[in-house]
């Protein structure tokens, strides 16, 4: 702050002197306000440009102190003052790394962390993991060195060794499969490990390995735990994906035996409930259309939901009319929802009521400008209506939305 306070006096007394020496008057500064001149001796004006840095360094103060500015700015600020104790090295380091200040919770981790501490070895890996998330692989080995002499307990030598293993993994020139191999024993010794366990499955992700990632989160390791619900959407995913990707006759009870498998934690979800509703009425034959579309009125009898109303305009169910009821009756509670217009935009479409269509799909555009389907939607009507080459700049709008 202090060095703020002198650099910005010091560039504005050169600045200002060069102003007074090429001025039309020497030793004289000339101000231009509104159409107005005004011309103040060298002396005047410097004063007034001290007082106005000094009062914009004391807001500043005063701000950061009373009103409480970002953390970040007051944690850094104090902890260059001398004399600070550890204790509030400490707190500034561990508020630093919940606001993922990397640089700051390493210093202040570093200097706050003492051989006394009961918890200085996980301190000291606070600071080691601050280290590595801002890729400082020097100052991370050595934290690691110094948790390593001041580990005493079972817990924390077990984060060390899964630090030290990503330590390892990550430097420049290490092979995948070593870390890969590294990764795999820790886990068998710590079975409980999620962030391992996450941190093994991007590695067979990227490697293609989906059997391995799979034997990752079988039923012996389902939770409700963030991570594993994550990987576990992803397998799951992957596996509907794959039931369509077959014979068409059998791709519908593929699909229903594999939803029937899926955990709670999974099937409650309703960006999977899309998903499988999606494949059922786009990718099997017209009774899983006719199905998907029973069951996606069903779900809107329980709660409104605007993807499903968007995939419910998409799908081809056998008797359009009851479809557009349906779509209809929804309309006049919930006649702000973009999603709803553009569902009933496309089953006009179908219908080939145009202008009806026309309506709905210009509502949507005004609600959701730039969106990809809606885009597309009106070229499609552009194209039924004749304008080809109106259709043609809003099939390359709805590309690069």
Same mark, same amino acid.
């Given at each position: 702050?202090?060095?703020?306070?002198?650099?910005?006096?010091?560039?504005?007394?050169?600045?200002?002197?060069?102003?007074?020496?090429?001025?039309?008057?020497?030793?004289?500064?000339?101000?231009?306000?509104?159409?107005?001149?005004?011309?103040?001796?060298?002396?005047?004006?410097?004063?007034?440009?001290?007082?106005?840095?000094?009062?914009?360094?004391?807001?500043?103060?005063?701000?950061?102190?009373?009103?409480?500015?970002?953390?970040?700015?007051?944690?850094?600020?104090?902890?260059?003052?001398?004399?600070?104790?550890?204790?509030?090295?400490?707190?500034?380091?561990?508020?630093?790394?919940?606001?993922?200040?990397?640089?700051?919770?390493?210093?202040?981790?570093?200097?706050?962390?003492?051989?006394?501490?009961?918890?200085?070895?996980?301190?000291?890996?606070?600071?080691?993991?601050?280290?590595?998330?801002?890729?400082?692989?020097?100052?991370?080995?050595?934290?690691?060195?110094?948790?390593?002499?001041?580990?005493?307990?079972?817990?924390?030598?077990?984060?060390?060794?899964?630090?030290?293993?990503?330590?390892?993994?990550?430097?420049?020139?290490?092979?995948? %499969? &070593?870390?890969? @191999? +590294? *990764?795999?024993?820790?886990?068998?010794? /710590?079975? !409980? $490990?999620? #962030?391992?366990?996450?941190?093994?499955?991007?590695?067979?992700?990227?490697?293609?390995?989906?059997?391995?990632?799979?034997?990752?989160?079988?039923?012996?390791?389902?939770?409700?735990?963030?991570?594993?619900?994550?990987?576990?959407?992803?397998?799951?995913?992957?596996?509907?994906?794959?039931?369509?990707?077959?014979?068409?006759?059998?791709?519908?009870?593929?699909?229903?035996?594999?939803?029937?498998?899926?955990?709670?934690?999974?099937?409650?979800?309703?960006?999977?409930?899309?998903?499988?509703?999606?494949?059922?009425?786009?990718?099997?034959?017209?009774?899983?259309?006719?199905?998907?579309?029973?069951?996606?009125?069903?779900?809107?009898?329980?709660?409104?939901?605007?993807?499903?109303?968007?995939?419910?305009?998409?799908?081809?169910? %056998? &008797?359009?009319? @009851? +479809? *557009?009821?349906?779509?209809?009756?929804? /309309?006049? !509670? $919930?006649? #702000?929802?973009?999603?709803?217009?553009?569902?009933?935009?496309?089953?006009?479409?179908?219908?080939?009521?145009?202008?009806?269509?026309?309506?709905?799909?210009?509502?949507?555009?005004?609600?959701?400008?730039?969106?990809?389907?809606?885009?597309?939607?009106?070229?499609?009507?552009?194209?039924?209506?004749?304008?080809?080459?109106?259709?043609?700049?809003?099939?390359?709008?709805?590309?690069?939305?």
């Amino acid at each position: 702050m202090k060095a703020y306070l002198w650099l910005s006096l010091v560039v504005m007394l050169i600045v200002m002197i060069s102003i007074a020496i090429f001025s039309n008057v020497p030793g004289h500064v000339e101000l231009s306000w509104r159409g107005e001149e005004y011309r103040v001796s060298l002396m005047t004006a410097l004063l007034l440009l001290f007082s106005f840095i000094l009062f914009g360094y004391l807001l500043l103060r005063a701000l950061i102190g009373v009103f409480s500015l970002p953390m970040t700015l007051s944690s850094l600020w104090q902890s260059k003052q001398p004399g600070i104790s550890p204790t509030e090295h400490l707190i500034i380091g561990l508020s630093a790394f919940v606001s993922e200040d990397w640089l700051l919770a390493c210093r202040s981790l570093e200097h706050g962390t003492t051989k006394t501490q009961p918890q200085a070895a996980a301190l000291m890996l606070l600071a080691a993991r601050a280290a590595m998330e801002q890729g400082d692989q020097k100052l991370l080995s050595q934290y690691l060195g110094k948790a390593k002499s001041l580990v005493q307990d079972d817990v924390t030598r077990q984060a060390l060794a899964y630090l030290k293993i990503i330590s390892d993994g990550t430097k420049e020139g290490s092979k995948p %499969a &070593d870390y890969i @191999a +590294q *990764l795999d024993t820790f886990l068998k010794e /710590h079975p !409980k $490990h999620d #962030e391992a366990r996450a941190k093994l499955a991007s590695l067979y992700q990227a490697q293609g390995d989906w059997e391995k990632v799979e034997e990752l989160f079988d039923k012996e390791y389902l939770s409700e735990r963030q991570s594993d619900v994550a990987w576990q959407k992803k397998i799951w995913f992957r596996q509907l994906d794959k039931a369509v990707a077959g014979d068409v006759a059998t791709r519908l009870k593929k699909l229903e035996r594999i939803w029937s498998e899926l955990p709670r934690t999974i099937n409650d979800d309703p960006q999977c409930r899309a998903h499988y509703l999606q494949l059922m009425g786009l990718s099997t034959e017209q009774n899983g259309a006719d199905l998907a579309v029973q069951k996606i009125e069903q779900h809107m009898q329980e709660a409104w939901s605007p993807p499903l109303a968007r995939l419910y305009g998409l799908i081809s169910g %056998a &008797d359009v009319e @009851a +479809q *557009l009821r349906v779509a209809t009756a929804w /309309h006049t !509670k $919930h006649q #702000e929802d973009a999603d709803l217009a553009l569902c009933l935009g496309r089953i006009y479409l179908r219908q080939g009521a145009l202008v009806k269509a026309g309506e709905q799909l210009q509502q949507a555009a005004k609600q959701r400008p730039g969106d990809a389907d809606i885009c597309s939607e009106l070229a499609r009507l552009s194209a039924a209506q004749g304008e080809f080459a109106k259709s043609h700049k809003q099939l390359v709008a709805a590309k690069s939305s």
